[in-house]
């Protein structure tokens, strides 16, 4: 796609631009956008990368979720098997209001741009059905994973509470206590998880959105927020061998760790930006 100005000829202002893009028989085609029009579409743009970004997003939560299953498997753990459940059916939750708030962005795209600004010019002739096609079957395969994992995981729960009576014996307090390691341990997966998204959406944010370059402390947060991303991975992999492995020197760094992530994000609640970036972002505000 190419994109030129096209200028008044009496005063020399931009009146509109030539947008190039192959048409739907192959052959390049010129189509003439008014100046409102494109004006009209960077308010759209904004919400398509957002889109983009939640895409990418539910990508790696596919990845790890996959993660998360096999080391339910592998550690036959009831917890971390209820855990996967959870988090499948949270992903189907996601996608059928993924589906309704894409419905409703067509229509009000329709409304205000296409039928509004542009005068009934569709820009996005063809983005609407290709969109519909990854959702709905995205949707229809996260309830087939959801009927699977629920018979499969039905039928898994008494062999793992065999497994577990061997591992750790009858005893109440030993039982309790691998159990709640089992689930701090899915509290440092998820969390991580979490962590690496939600900071990852707000670093894009200050690099990509237009208002932050209108605040003061988006260097700063900035800063933060890279520091976090790279604290992430190491974060992640310092707790699970302080769960594995009882080392107390390793879960001090960690807990130090969680404190830094605590500050720094309790200071970011007081950015403008951030408070309209969670206000106007559903799926940012959710996983934050």
Same mark, same amino acid.
């Given at each position: 796609?190419?994109?030129?100005?096209?200028?008044?000829?009496?005063?020399?202002?931009?009146?509109?631009?030539?947008?190039?893009?192959?048409? *739907?028989?192959?052959? +390049?085609?010129?189509? !003439? @956008?008014? %100046?409102?029009? $494109?004006?009209?579409? &960077?308010?759209? /743009?904004?919400?398509?990368?957002?889109?983009?970004?939640?895409?990418?997003?539910?990508?790696?939560?596919?990845?790890?979720?996959?993660?998360?299953?096999?080391?339910?498997?592998?550690?036959? *753990?009831?917890?971390? +098997?209820?855990?996967? !459940? @959870?988090? %499948?059916?949270? $992903?189907?939750?996601? &996608?059928?209001? /993924?589906?309704?708030?894409?419905?409703?962005?067509?229509?009000?795209?329709?409304?205000?741009?296409?039928?509004?600004?542009?005068?009934?010019?569709?820009?996005?002739?063809?983005?609407?059905?290709?969109?519909?096609?990854?959702?709905?079957?995205?949707?229809? %395969?996260?309830?087939?994973?959801?009927?699977?994992?629920?018979?499969?995981?039905?039928?898994?729960?008494?062999?793992?509470?065999?497994?577990?009576?061997?591992?750790?014996?009858?005893?109440?307090?030993?039982?309790?206590?691998?159990?709640?390691?089992?689930?701090?341990?899915?509290?440092?997966?998820?969390?991580?998880? %979490?962590?690496?998204?939600?900071?990852?959406?707000?670093?894009?944010?200050?690099?990509?959105?237009?208002?932050?370059?209108?605040?003061?402390?988006?260097?700063?947060?900035?800063?933060?927020?890279?520091?976090?991303?790279?604290?992430?991975?190491?974060?992640?992999?310092?707790?699970?061998?302080?769960?594995?492995?009882?080392?107390?020197?390793?879960?001090?760094?960690?807990?130090?760790?969680?404190?830094?992530?605590?500050?720094?994000?309790?200071?970011?609640?007081?950015?403008?930006?951030?408070?309209?970036?969670?206000?106007?972002?559903?799926?940012?505000?959710?996983?934050?």
């Amino acid at each position: 796609m190419e994109v030129a100005p096209v200028t008044n000829s009496t005063t020399g202002a931009i009146a509109g631009l030539n947008v190039t893009d192959l048409s *739907s028989n192959g052959t +390049l085609a010129v189509t !003439f @956008v008014e %100046l409102r029009c $494109a004006q009209a579409l &960077s308010i759209a /743009q904004e919400q398509l990368h957002q889109l983009r970004s939640e895409d990418l997003v539910m990508i790696g939560y596919y990845i790890w979720l996959f993660g998360l299953e096999t080391v339910a498997i592998l550690n036959e *753990s009831i917890p971390h +098997l209820s855990a996967a !459940f @959870v988090s %499948l059916l949270l $992903a189907l939750v996601w &996608s059928g209001s /993924q589906l309704a708030r894409t419905r409703d962005f067509h229509k009000e795209f329709e409304t205000f741009i296409t039928n509004g600004a542009c005068n009934g010019l569709d820009i996005l002739p063809g983005y609407w059905p290709q969109r519909q096609k990854t959702d709905i079957p995205g949707f229809a %395969l996260n309830a087939l994973a959801i009927v699977l994992l629920g018979t499969i995981g039905f039928k898994l729960l008494s062999v793992y509470k065999r497994q577990t009576t061997k591992l750790v014996g009858d005893s109440k307090i030993i039982k309790h206590l691998y159990r709640a390691s089992l689930i701090f341990s899915i509290i440092v997966q998820i969390g991580s998880f %979490l962590l690496l998204a939600s900071v990852a959406l707000w670093v894009q944010q200050l690099f990509e959105s237009p208002i932050a370059s209108f605040s003061s402390t988006t260097p700063a947060f900035k800063g933060v927020g890279i520091l976090s991303v790279l604290l992430g991975t190491p974060w992640f992999l310092i707790g699970w061998v302080a769960i594995r492995r009882e080392h107390k020197s390793l879960m001090v760094v960690f807990l130090v760790t969680n404190a830094f992530f605590l500050a720094s994000w309790t200071a970011v609640f007081s950015s403008d930006i951030y408070r309209i970036v969670f206000t106007k972002w559903a799926f940012f505000a959710a996983l934050t």
